[in-house]
T-cell receptor, first 111, second 113 residues
Framework: DAKTTQPPSMDCAEGRAANLPCNHS???????VYWYRQIHSQGPQYIIH???NNETNEMASLIITEDRKSSTLILPHATLRDTAVYYC????????????FGQGTILTVHP | DTEVTQTPKHLVMGMTNKKSLKCEQH?????MYWYKQKAKKPPELMFV???????INESVPSRFSPECPNSSLLNLHLHALQPEDSALYLC????????????FGPGTRLLVL
């Protein structure tokens, strides 16, 4: 199973940037890094994904290190509604579509 | 329409009952998924359907029986469940060419008595 390592919890002040790290040292060359989040009592929500290059969309930015063994999800201006469990996942190749969720990071955004 | 709907929202069933969970999407996605999520745990993949054919079964007990009648609909038939099967059951869908980008429904919260 694809394993990632994330801190169990993080705090962030509202309006500040939230930087969530993830280690994925066993990632293969054809595997993508995905980030999802799950707000309490809802289904997971796709945020962003990338292979090698940094990516940005309307929700977040994804920074992937050059060796691809770690990444950081950046929420540029966190709001209270960003309080959720954030999951970093890698998948691709023959396991493409088979998402293995780890324990994730509980991000709490404070007023 | 980027919504995946699931019915019912809540379900209580006895160990001898037969029930079904339903999932629907109208995004034209050809891959659909069932996940199980126990309280305070991450979602775990159960089944994957691709073009209405079962492509992945993660060694799920036979008391869970998936069905994909058409490209928009996914069912999970439940029979003779155990109390430890109580969980949130999540459905997801994706385009076949981007299977890692999955859209999840809100889930069905199942309680087995």
């Amino acid at each position: 199973d694809a394993k990632t390592t994330q801190p169990p919890s993080m705090d962030c002040a509202e309006g500040r940037a939230a930087n969530l790290p993830c280690n994925h040292s066993t990632i293969s060359g054809n595997e993508y890094v995905y980030w999802y989040r799950q707000i309490h009592s809802q289904g997971p929500q796709y945020i962003i994904h990338g292979l090698k290059n940094n990516e940005t969309n309307e929700m977040a930015s994804l920074i992937i290190t050059e060796d691809r063994k770690s990444s950081t999800l950046i929420l540029p201006h966190a709001t209270l509604r960003d309080t959720a469990v954030y999951y970093c996942i890698y998948a691709g190749g023959t396991s493409y579509g088979k998402l293995t969720f780890g324990q994730g990071t509980i991000l709490t955004v404070h007023p | 329409d980027t919504e995946v709907t699931q019915t019912p929202k809540h379900l209580v069933m006895g160990m001898t009952n037969k029930k079904s969970l339903k999932c629907e999407q109208h995004m034209g996605h050809r891959a659909m998924y069932w996940y199980k999520q126990k309280a305070k745990k991450p979602p775990e993949l159960m089944f994957v359907y691709s073009y209405e054919k079962l492509s992945i079964n993660e060694s799920v007990p036979s008391r869970f029986s998936p069905e994909c009648p058409n490209s928009s609909l996914l069912n999970l038939h439940l029979h003779a469940l155990q109390p430890e099967d109580s969980a949130l059951y999540l459905c997801a869908s994706s385009q076949d060419r981007t299977p890692g980008t999955q859209y999840f429904g809100p889930g069905t919260r199942l309680l087995v008595l």
